[in-house]
Structure formats: C-alpha cells, structure tokens
T-cell receptor
Framework: AQSVTQLGSHVSVSEGALVLLRCNYS??????LFWYVQYPNQGLQLLLK??????LVKGINGFEAEFKKSETSFHLTKPSAHMSDAAEYFC???????????FGAGTTVTVRA | GAGVSQSPSNKVTEKGKDVELRCDPI?????LYWYRQRLGQGLEFLIY????????KSGLPSDRFSAERTGESVSTLTIQRTQQEDSAVYLC?????????????FGPGTRLTVL
C-alpha cells in the first residue's frame, strides 16, 4: 500500500520568500507523484506530477518539485511566494500500475504581506 | 470546456436520512472517482468507475454507501441512514482512460453536514 506524509499542517511565509512544502511517500513499486492545490471553495487543481523521466518537475504558477528516490521524497518549492499562493496543498501518490491516489493530510499555506 | 460539476454544493441533513450526491464528469472521461475529505484530513478514496468494467468499491466505508454510474456520464453517490461521522466534503474526479493519463480533474465538492 502507498502512504503519504506531509510535514507541517500549516506553513506561513512572507511574500517574496521561499515556499517549501515537504512530502515523503512509501510505495512498494515505482510511484507516480502529484501535488494538488485547493483554493478556498474550489476543487483540487493539479500543480505538477512526476511519472517517469526527469526528476525535477516544473508545474504551474512557478512551482516545482524534485523526486528523490533515495529519500522517498517529493518536496514542493517556489522561489518567491505571492499572496495568491495562499491555499491548501496536497501531495498524492499512486503506484505506476494503479489508479488510486493516496493523499497526504494537506498543508495550509498563508502568505504574510 | 466545462469541468467536473457536482451538486448540491452544500447539503444539510438529519441523522438517519438518506442523501444522494451527483457528479457530472468531463465529457469523454471514461474514469470517474469519488473521494471523501474529512475536516483536517487528506482525501480518502471511496470508489472508482472505468468504462463498463466492474467498479472498484474497495474504499467504501460501510454498506450504507453505494454509487452508480450511467454509462460514461453521470454518477450518484448514495449514503443511507446518514450518521454524524459522514459529515465531510465529497469530491468527484474524472480522467481519461489509461494510467499514463492519470491526471484526475476534480469537481468543487459537496459539503455534507449531518446534524
């Protein structure tokens, strides 16, 4: 079975500062990894995903994540936070031969002016 | 084009009543998923439909929960004899067929409150 751990349920950053959201996973087979963002009163939106190939994945809104197999991690970063980045972020994993996503508990990001 | 839509957006019901939640997937998406999101928790997989194959119901928490899908279109999630612990946001997602296309597009969810 797959599982996902997101370190920190809440992260507060200053506008312009680095955003770092941590995600560690466990999977018995090569995983597909995802980051989703959920803005208030909206559905989840895919930020980026890793399936195969390059381990550094770039997504929308300036976010990127790096798949590190040795660390079983898929941390999400953005060099400079914007007020519009305030949202809840979810890391998810599925086996490469499956379709069920397992989600982390989510990290709420607040951005201080 | 239109995304995944869900109705109602909010539902308040009394304990013991039955509720039906509706999901309209993106046209052409053969795969449809239901998830539950409890307050402060991640999403829990409930059920998966793919074309005409038998649905994967492995995530349904009890026999009070059931879901149907008409062809490759609308799905309804039914909760019978609702309990307070059923209070959550129920999210529907759809995707194209094939694992390499496993980008799930989510609807806005239905917030269910059981009093």
């Amino acid at each position: 079975a797959q599982s996902v751990t997101q370190l920190g349920s809440h992260v507060s950053v200053s506008e312009g500062a680095l955003v770092l959201l941590r995600c560690n996973y466990s999977s018995s087979v090569p995983p597909y990894l995802f980051w989703y963002v959920q803005y208030p009163n909206q559905g989840l939106q895919l930020l980026l995903k890793y399936t195969t190939g390059a381990t550094l994945v770039k997504g929308i809104n300036g976010f990127e994540a790096e798949f590190k197999k040795s660390e079983t991690s898929f941390h999400l970063t953005k060099p400079s936070a914007h007020m519009s980045d305030a949202a809840e972020y979810f890391c998810a994993v599925c086996r490469s031969n499956d379709y069920k996503l397992s989600f982390g508990a989510g990290t709420t990001v607040t951005v201080r002016a | 084009g239109a995304g995944v839509s869900q109705s109602p957006s909010n539902k308040v019901t009394e304990k013991g009543k039955d509720v039906e939640l509706r999901c309209d997937p993106i046209s052409g998406h053969t795969a449809l998923y239901w998830y539950r999101q409890r307050l402060g928790q991640g999403l829990e997989f409930l059920i998966y439909f793919q074309g005409n194959s038998a649905p994967d119901k492995s995530g349904l928490p009890s026999d009070r929960f059931s879901a149907e899908r008409t062809g490759e279109s609308v799905s309804t999630l039914t909760i019978q004899r609702t309990q307070q612990e059923d209070s959550a946001v129920y999210l529907c997602a759809s995707s194209l067929e094939g694992l390499e296309n496993n980008e799930q597009f989510f609807g806005p969810g239905t917030r269910l409150t059981v009093l």
